[in-house]
């Protein structure tokens, strides 16, 4: 029998603002010594009471505008109840029956199509404290660090609309995008900033129905590893269904050395929780004016964007598409632009596509870790236009800036590759064309193809120096004489 996959996603974003959710300890946590971050409330202690983050509020709530969902004019905290070393509280404070955002969708693409996935909800709670396991005398232990209990989430909880690994990877990168051009969080998913929970299912081909069953796939940490583990979950449900069984309800995680999930825990349903609501914080009513401030103040997004730079840049989509990945890839096109005297919007796309993304890529190290700045690709194109050093020249020297931090005309002189002047040229296409009496008169003759083999000639007299372009014009000229 043929199935087919049903996935939601369920991911978590932490958010970047300066103190936790619902205490004045600073959110910053990431490196810092364990439990120096933390205070009664995030600690759990008795007595002490939470008073809620506005500006994370704000933040989950621009996100659910960002999501196209319905933003409720009234909202409360819930207490998520169960018992985990990781949990002072013994419960979490959570959104279960109003959170800040409910029915939204997000549209991106997939392998050259348009695919729109809904958003069941985006709500808000506070991230727990982190256990390592280590062993200290000999003797295996448990270590609990606070530092990140307490620091402001938003879940995004997505339909079970997904039928593929490509999709499921196109909706959460798309999400981080969003999520990073409003500035509300980094979304790293190596430092834990963001994480992606799958929920998978098979269903027989052609039917509408949802699966009897559902697993849920934890702890994984990157879009790679998210595809994976879907493929793998795939092949593993197939078999346990071909053989008549049902596949347990349990959340797995994935060992990415083994490549293939394992069993974690027999997975809680929503009643094991007891949710009920948060006694010590008073829900929230939000008046019109307030949504209307926040959808007047938010930024411009992935699409908006995207539709703007093939408005004014005259670009393709497809250009435009890579170039608004990235919120800081995207400032640098346009500075880049700006810096040059002779705009080329064109120009400088293809230079930022074909030389800087392929090595953003290659390394997987982000725009912002290095020392470039828009001036100096402007200065770069500048100096190419001039003539003082050939395209090839430019290409390498680029590389050097990337890597290096310095500009254009300091690795020049550093790596001797002025382009030689046309004076200079023209003595060596003279000396090439004497040097090479017999091949010049085959040219003549109408043996067009030595022409390169000239050209190559004058490209080793002068170390690769020459412009091509000039060298080609020079010797066509000479030639004739
Ligand atoms: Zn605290």
Redesign the pocket.
């Known amino acids: 029998m043929k199935y087919e996959p049903v996935i939601g996603l369920e991911i978590h974003i932490e958010l970047n603002t300066k103190s936790?959710m619902f205490?004045?300890?600073s959110a910053e946590y990431f490196g810092a010594d364990p439990n120096t971050h933390?205070?009664p409330?995030?600690l759990g202690l008795p007595g002490a009471l939470p008073v809620a983050n506005k500006v994370a509020i704000a933040s989950a709530q621009k996100l659910g505008i960002a999501l196209h969902c319905e933003n409720l004019l009234s909202s409360k905290f819930d207490r998520k109840n169960y018992f985990y070393p990781d949990l002072a509280k013994g419960y979490q404070i959570s959104q279960y029956q109003e959170p800040f955002s409910l029915k939204g969708y997000i549209e991106f693409d997939v392998n050259g199509e348009t695919v729109k996935i809904d958003v069941t909800r985006a709500h808000m709670e506070e991230d727990t404290g982190k256990l390592a396991h280590a062993e200290v005398e000999n003797k295996k232990v448990s270590l609990i660090d606070f530092n990140r209990s307490?620091v402001p989430l938003v879940e995004i909880v997505s339909e079970p609309q997904i039928h593929s690994s490509d999709v499921a990877k196109g909706y959460a990168q798309k999400l981080q995008q969003i999520a990073r051009y409003l500035g509300i969080s980094d979304c790293d998913m190596e430092k834990g900033s963001m994480r992606i929970e799958p929920n998978v299912s098979l269903r027989p081909a052609g039917s509408n129905d949802l699966p009897q069953y559902k697993v849920e796939l934890k702890n994984i940490n990157s879009f790679r590893f998210v595809q994976k583990a879907i493929e793998y979950e795939i092949t593993r449900q197939t078999e346990i269904l071909e053989k008549g069984e049902t596949p347990a309800l349990e959340t797995r995680g994935w060992d990415e050395i083994k490549n293939k999930t394992f069993s974690q825990r027999a997975k809680e349903m929503a009643h094991d929780y007891r949710y009920f609501p948060e006694p010590d914080l008073p829900p929230y009513l939000f008046t019109k004016e307030y949504v209307a401030e926040l959808k007047a103040n938010m930024p411009e997004l992935p699409d908006e964007k995207r539709a703007r730079f093939i408005r004014d840049y005259q670009l393709s989509t497809y250009d435009c598409a890579l170039l608004t990945t990235d919120i800081d890839l995207a400032a640098f096109f346009e500075d880049t632009v700006k810096a040059y005297p002779k705009g080329e919007p064109k120009r400088i796309a293809n230079w930022i596509i074909g030389e800087l993304l392929r090595r953003l890529n290659e390394s997987q190290t982000p725009l912002s870790s290095l020392n470039l700045v828009p001036a100096s690709l402007a200065e770069l194109l500048l100096l190419t236009d001039e003539g003082k050093i050939t395209t090839a020249s430019a290409k390498e020297i680029f590389e050097k800036m990337i890597t290096s931090g310095k500009n254009a005309q300091e690795l020049i002189k550093e790596f001797g590759v002025e382009a030689i002047t046309t004076d200079k040229l023209e003595e060596v296409v003279e000396m090439v064309i004497k040097q090479n009496d017999k091949v010049v008169a085959e040219y003549k003759a109408g043996k067009e193809q030595v022409f390169g083999y000239l050209i190559g000639q004058i490209q080793r007299q002068t170390q690769g120096k020459a412009d091509p372009k000039t060298a080609a014009d020079l010797l066509v000229k000479k030639i004739k004489k």
Request: charged share 10%; aromatic share 0%.
């Open positions: 936790k205490c004045s300890c933390t205070c409330v995030c307490g």
